[in-house]
């Protein structure tokens, strides 16, 4: 079974503080995701990263940075947290697909983060 | 703009009943859909998906629909059954796109 773990289900930090979210797999995946997602709007793509040091930026990217110095993991990175990035983040991986797509994606079991 | 729509927010179904979950998208460009699963507390979970070269795809008790003129799907779920309550998500993309785009999700309500 495929395993995405993430690092913390609940997370609450101050405006203005540096905030780590850490996602692990563990099925030798190329591609990585982050997610957030808001009530109303789904999963909005943060960043991807389809190689190891190699980053892409989703639909979301302001206010983000992403780090990817190992296969298995991915990084997201919220260098001054504000309130308006109180989320869901989800993680997700997979196989490379045809001619670069991303189908079938793993999901983590998600963080929470309260921006205070 | 959205380019994958679930008009529906939540919807609510008899046990054994069928539930009919819709999705519409607007971008032709799109060949590959797909339907995630999610529970409070969880990831979302893969269900079930079709490629645009169909137009119907089975498993089990999960069948999508794909009408490619009037660019919507739809998830049948027969029968409905109270593990199924959670939020579907509807997603799409393509052999020229390099992500997969989410919609909103619908809340399925499963009553005993």
């Known amino acids: 079974d495929v395993k995405v773990t993430q690092s913390s289900r609940y997370l609450v930090k101050r405006t203005g503080e540096k905030v780590f979210l850490e996602c692990v797999q563990d099925?030798?995946?190329?591609?990585m995701f982050w997610y957030r997602q808001d009530p109303g709007l789904g999963l909005r793509l943060i960043y991807f990263s389809y190689d190891v040091k190699m980053k892409e930026k989703g639909d979301i990217p302001e206010g983000y940075s992403v780090s990817r110095e190992k296969k298995e993991r991915f990084s997201l990175i919220l260098e001054s947290a504000s309130t308006n990035q109180t989320s869901m983040y989800l993680c997700?991986?997979?196989?490379?697909?045809?001619?670069?797509?991303?189908?079938?994606?793993?999901f983590g079991p998600g963080t929470r983060l309260t921006v205070l | 703009d959205q380019q994958v729509k679930q008009n529906s927010p939540s919807l609510s179904v008899q046990e054994g009943r069928i539930s009919i979950l819709n999705c519409d998208y607007t971008?032709?460009?799109?060949?590959?859909f797909l339907w995630y699963k999610k529970y409070p507390a969880e990831g979302p979970t893969f269900l079930i998906s079709?490629?645009?070269?169909?137009d119907k795809n089975e498993d089990g008790r999960f069948t999508v629909f794909l009408n490619k003129s009037a660019k919507h799907l739809s998830l049948h779920i027969v029968p409905s059954q109270p593990g199924d309550s959670a939020v579907y998500f509807c997603?799409?993309?393509?052999?020229?796109?390099?992500?997969?785009?989410f919609g909103p999700g619908t809340s399925l309500s499963v009553i005993p």
């Open positions: 971008n032709s460009m799109f060949d590959y």
């Open positions: 099925m030798d995946h190329e591609n």
């Open positions: 997700a991986s997979s196989y490379p697909g045809t001619s670069g797509n991303f189908y079938e994606q793993f």
């Open positions: 997603a799409a993309s393509g052999s020229s796109y390099d992500k997969v785009i």
């Open positions: 079709i490629s645009s070269i169909k």
